[in-house]
């Protein structure tokens, strides 16, 4: 939790996309959620603005967080071992629809999905799974930040206000997030330079992964031999 607040910024965005898509809904004129909306949330029985609130901070973040706890805290950084974080993040993905396979059965948008339906579901999780690897990564790997990303854009995504064209927009812009993260990974991966998805030092070095052992190595090899020079020569 200790991260600066433009992360924590970075962690309540999806209701900023929320706001966003609602402004935008009453710029052109569109009908807009009642007010009520927004605590009327799938599954949930009506517990009203304040519980919507309430749901946010207790039940959704915490869910998330236990989530977090195996996706990025355990899973993420064995997959980075392997693979690049772009990758680590597709995998990630896909095994994060596997979990959410049995929501199908029982809740009843899900039910209701056709073929483009899950289509779009599996694009919205690799781009959430992309964001995240990004958030969790650069923030020095705080479970904590993914969790709230997480539990947020399950309550924004999934209260009755967030249907029809407010909730198109709220996806296209974390698809957008997601696409520009992945054109700054591809474009620093052709100029040879780290992946802005990557771990910096000090989420490496908190988790304990060493980045390049091997030039560690080689760098204290060399560190000794120019400090043992004045007594050869001495």
């Known amino acids: 939790w200790r991260v600066g607040w433009r992360w924590w910024v970075v962690g309540f965005s999806p209701l900023a996309f929320l706001g966003i898509a609602v402004l935008g809904a009453w710029v052109s004129g569109l009908s807009l959620p009642r007010l009520a909306d927004?605590?009327?949330y799938s599954g949930v029985p009506a517990v009203g603005l304040l519980g919507f609130l309430l749901l946010i901070i207790v039940g959704a973040i915490v869910g998330a967080f236990g989530e977090e706890i195996g996706w990025r805290g355990f899973a993420l950084p064995r997959l980075?071992?392997?693979f690049?974080?772009?990758?680590?993040?597709?995998?990630?993905?896909?095994?994060?629809?596997?979990?959410?396979?049995?929501?199908?059965?029982v809740v009843g948008t899900y039910r209701a999905f056709g073929v483009v339906d899950y289509v779009g579901f599996v694009i919205g999780l690799s781009c959430g799974a992309i964001?995240?690897?990004?958030?969790?990564?650069?923030s020095g790997g705080s479970i904590?930040?993914?969790?709230?990303?997480?539990?947020?854009?399950?309550?924004?995504?999934g209260t009755q206000a967030a249907t029809?064209?407010?909730?198109?927009?709220?996806?296209?812009?974390?698809?957008?997030q997601a696409l520009?993260?992945?054109?700054?990974?591809?474009?620093a991966r052709h100029r040879g330079q780290p992946s802005p998805l990557?771990?910096?030092?000090?989420?490496r070095g908190r988790r304990g992964i060493s980045p390049e052992p091997a030039r560690d190595e080689e760098q204290q090899a060399h560190n000794w031999s120019l400090s043992e020079l004045p007594r050869r020569h001495g």
């Open 38 to 40: 927004f605590g009327l």
């Open 198 to 203: 990557g771990a910096t030092q000090r989420s």
């Open 80 to 82: 980075q071992h392997r």
């Open 131 to 138: 964001v995240l690897t990004w958030v969790y990564n650069r």
């Open 164 to 176: 029809g064209v407010i909730a198109a927009v709220v996806s296209t812009l974390i698809m957008a």
């Open 180 to 187: 520009l993260l992945v054109g700054l990974d591809l474009r």
């Open 84 to 105: 690049s974080p772009l990758v680590a993040s597709l995998i990630l993905a896909a095994l994060w629809f596997a979990w959410h396979l049995p929501l199908f059965f």
């Open 144 to 157: 904590l930040l993914v969790a709230v990303w997480h539990g947020v854009f399950n309550v924004v995504s």
